[in-house]
């Protein structure tokens, strides 16, 4: 895109200006970036700010420990439960959906090998309540009735 401008236009010289300034630049700063002095600097910055960030997050953990909330890994290991929770009754829901057909697949629990007791062991019905007794005695025995007095 080259324009043709008058020699005294001040935008075109400023462009140029600013074109060189940028060029220079970028030439000074690829050069010290290659150096070696350079180099060890950025790495020795990155490792303090990494040892840094290490710290923090050990003291924030500590005091939220400290005050009973949960941690960061504490909030992950929650969300993988739920997610796994979510995902189970999901798998449900389809397995009801297509009538049950489709078989479950194999989980990490172990199977079952105790058989449940017989329907005939079963345990004995709960005595009837208070109540009941008396309203089951009052249906067995005779009405009374009540004489007129002389």
Do not use: V, Y
């Amino acid at each position: 895109m080259t324009q043709s401008s008058s020699p005294l236009d001040p935008m075109a010289i400023w462009r140029e200006l600013t074109a060189q300034w940028e060029k220079s630049t970028n030439a000074f700063a690829n050069e010290a970036m290659a150096s070696d002095p350079f180099r060890q600097g950025m790495h020795g910055g990155m490792n303090a700010s990494l040892g840094a960030q290490k710290a923090l997050g050990d003291l924030m953990a500590r005091l939220l420990t400290m005050l009973n909330l949960p941690t960061r890994a504490d909030l992950q290991a929650l969300s993988e439960q739920l997610q796994h929770i979510d995902d189970h009754l999901a798998r449900i829901a389809r397995q009801l959906e297509d009538g049950g057909a489709a078989p479950a697949p194999p989980s990490s629990a172990p199977k079952r090998t105790k058989q449940p007791p017989s329907m005939a062991a079963a345990p004995p019905a709960p005595a009837p309540s208070p109540a009941k007794k008396a309203a089951a005695k009052a249906s067995k025995s005779p009405a009374r009735t009540r004489r007129p007095r002389p």
